[in-house]
């Protein structure tokens, strides 16, 4: 069975960072492009930031943009998401997902980071950003 667990949420205030992982049970990451969604109170699901199997390139929305970053440690089999300068919008839950890079390619397209079409996703990792 394939799974995806994240792990790292909390309580942060304003200002102050985070560091999310993604693990895997059942394949092994670095074969699959990694995205990281969120989705706020009241709010649709959005996609942050994902990294390409591979080249490793990632793509990434623009609300995020020097702010977060995302790693893979391969043999620990874990993708990293580092948040800093947090803010309340950023409160939210936190998924992993995946998708094959056999069937979808290398890299993670900015498309794909909208569409959130992927195959696999964790339960996701509650962010909580308040004084």
């Known amino acids: 069975q394939l799974q995806l667990v994240e792990s790292g949420g909390g309580l942060v205030q304003p200002g102050g960072s985070l560091r999310l992982s993604c693990s895997a049970s059942g394949f092994t990451l670095d074969s699959y492009i990694i995205g990281w969604f969120r989705q706020a109170p009241g709010k649709e699901r959005e996609g942050v930031i994902c990294i390409g199997s591979g080249d490793g390139r990632p793509n990434w929305i623009d609300s995020v943009s020097g702010r977060f970053t995302i790693s893979r440690d391969n043999a620990k089999n874990v993708v990293y998401l580092q948040m800093n300068s947090l803010t309340p919008v950023d409160t939210a839950v936190y998924y992993c997902?995946?998708?094959?890079?056999?069937?979808?390619?290398?890299?993670?397209?900015?498309?794909?980071?909208?569409?959130?079409?992927?195959?696999?996703w964790g339960q996701g990792t509650l962010v909580t950003v308040s004084s």
């Open positions: 997902a995946a998708n094959a890079a056999d069937r979808w390619g290398n890299h993670c397209s900015g498309d794909m980071l909208r569409t959130g079409n992927f195959d696999i």
